[in-house]
């Protein structure tokens, strides 16, 4: 049973908020505790890399993630996905109704 007591991101050094602690269900099955949403960033990278085989992995807390990504083209799926007014299709953006600070066009 792995129990995590505090998770700190790898970016800003904060610790994450912790929303419960773990506990026992009245059937003994056991739920870890919760914390505040994170981002977990992990690849082995293979051959042809100067990293061949190493494993490099990051906790990245919701801000950070924000900062970050911001001018990374990321696919965001799932079904509460929640599109920007001018989001028109997978990183294509509506150019005369885009913010300022918003995604450009590659």
Known sequence: MLVTDKVICD????????????????YGNFFPAWFREYFVLKTTWGYNSYKDMDTHEAVICESCYDRLFKDVKIRITGPYVQKPPNYVGPWVYDEANSPEDGPEEA
């Open 11 to 26: 970016c800003c050094d904060k610790e994450l908020e912790k929303l419960n602690d773990e506990s026992f269900n009245s």
